[in-house]
């Protein structure tokens, strides 16, 4: 089983909100991400967690705070979002060995700002 | 540092027809390749990979691809496409400890 899961699979929010997204696997991988990826763009790196740990923060805005619960959970929290922040954010996961690892990602939410 | 260029941006073909899309990576060393699949709306389905070995890797949905190294290219091939593949196809490259690193994709459209 190859399967990411992520919710909600749609998320409307103001600018005032708070809210989270979700992310779930159950492979055994040890490294996961979270992408953004807006209209007709590749995906952009975010977040990298190696063994529940932080490893990579490309420069992202504090108003996205990711969270690694356990090794299958990983959370990202919204807050004081911007209008340019709408667009699909996918997690994925890895083995987190480092050497020839295969990204598996999820559906994505689809995340609209008002 | 590695890069990946997919120089298509669209390409229509007509169902049944046969397909390339290419892609032309940038590494120092032996890199690894992936092709994604990315319906619209959706996330991201592994097509196919390489790592090593045969150069001609064979994938999902009756996709396969070539590694030339002397071209720097993995060309994602199928003989007969389908109006469900119709998507947007991304090369990526990784290599050991590195992030993947993604073109700007190659938008598939499909004619009857």
């Known amino acids: 089983d190859t399967e990411v899961t992520q919710t909600p699979k749609h998320l409307v929010m103001g600018m005032t909100n708070k809210k989270s997204l979700k992310c779930e696997q159950h492979?055994?991988?040890?490294?996961m991400y979270w992408y953004k990826q807006k209209a007709k763009k590749p995906p952009e790196l975010m977040f990298v967690?190696?063994?529940?740990?932080?490893?990579i923060n490309e420069s992202v805005p504090s108003r996205f705070s990711p969270e690694c619960p356990n090794s299958s959970l990983l959370n990202l929290h919204l807050h004081a979002l911007q209008p340019e922040d709408s667009a699909l954010y996918l997690c994925?996961?890895?083995?987190?060995?480092?050497?020839?690892?295969?990204?598996?990602f999820g559906p994505g939410t689809r995340l609209t700002v008002l | 540092a590695q890069s990946v260029t997919q120089p298509d941006i669209h390409i229509t073909v007509s169902e049944g027809a046969s397909l390339e899309l290419r892609c032309n990576y940038s590494?120092?060393?032996?890199?690894?390749l992936f092709w994604y699949v990315q319906s619209p709306g959706q996330g991201l389905q592994l097509l196919l990979k390489?790592?090593?070995?045969?150069?001609l890797v064979q994938g999902i949905k009756g996709f396969e691809a070539e590694f030339k190294r002397s071209q720097s290219s993995f060309n994602l091939r199928k003989p007969s496409v389908h109006w469900s593949d119709a998507a947007e196809y991304f090369c990526?490259?990784?290599?050991?400890?590195?992030?993947?690193?993604f073109g700007t994709g190659t938008r598939l459209t499909i004619i009857p």
């Open positions: 994925a996961s890895d083995a987190g060995t480092g050497d020839t690892d295969t990204q598996y």
């Open positions: 492979m055994g991988h040890r490294a």
């Open positions: 967690y190696s063994y529940e740990k932080l490893s």
């Open positions: 590494y120092g060393a032996t890199p690894y």
């Open positions: 390489y790592f090593s070995g045969d150069t």
């Open positions: 990526a490259v990784g290599s050991a400890n590195e992030k993947l690193t």
